[in-house]
């Protein structure tokens, strides 16, 4: 789990250009999802999409399941939803497939989502990865969000990748070495670095914080 104060004196000691936007961003504030099958839905219905789009989907889809802002749903929930009201909340009919297959696989076992807090983050990606649509980016968003893992580092992460061009005031955009070596000094607090990374990109766009 996190240390949220030594990750963020590790990160202003190990990164002064990090530290300063660590001083504007303010307190690091990391949501969670502990409902961990909603949390991989919530993911599965995020990708690649611009956020706003993403927010919008996210929140018909829980209004599905419940009245005002609506609740995530359990597996055996979503496998009894409609298609017709799934596609109604905007989800795509491929993502359609994935949520489905994921709800399956939880609710007859095949993944065992209350044992994955007891693996190391390449085991849960491994494990997470043998579901239709989840990808690596899928499973670092988990690790992240749902179990708060101390050093998740997601290089293929867009808004990261922005940030880290704007930030460092980079002329190029950074490949996927270049994210990898600049995250090193940051370990082994990354998933820290990488939250107050999307924080820093937000408000260069006028988004509301995560």
Not at 19 to 30: M, N, S
Not at 53 to 78: D, K, N, V, W
Not at 182 to 189: D, F, K, Q, S, T
Request: with cysteine.
């Amino acid at each position: 789990m996190l240390n949220t104060p030594a990750a963020v004196r590790h990160l202003k000691r190990a990164d002064p250009v990090l530290g300063r936007a660590i001083e504007k961003v303010g307190p690091f504030l990391l949501p969670r999802i502990p409902d961990r099958f909603g949390a991989l839905a919530r993911a599965i219905l995020h990708q690649q999409l611009a956020l706003k789009a993403a927010q919008s989907i996210t929140r018909r889809f829980c209004q599905l399941y419940g009245p005002g802002e609506g609740r995530l749903p359990t597996p055996r929930e979503l496998l009894r939803t409609p298609r017709r009201q799934l596609r109604s909340a905007g989800v795509s009919p491929q993502k359609m497939r994935y949520l489905r297959d994921l709800a399956a696989k939880a609710a007859n076992g095949k993944l065992r989502l209350d044992g994955l807090g007891r693996m190391s983050d390449e085991e849960i990606i491994v494990a997470l990865t043998e579901v239709k649509g989840i990808g690596r980016w899928t499973a670092e968003m988990f690790l992240i969000f749902s179990l708060a893992r101390p050093d998740v580092w997601a290089v293929d992460d867009l808004g990261l990748q922005l940030a880290v061009k704007n930030l460092y005031r980079l002329r190029r955009h950074p490949s996927e070495a270049k994210m990898r070596a600049l995250a090193e000094p940051w370990r082994p607090y990354r998933t820290a670095a990488a939250w107050y990374l999307w924080q820093w990109r937000r408000r260069m766009i006028g988004a509301a914080p995560i």
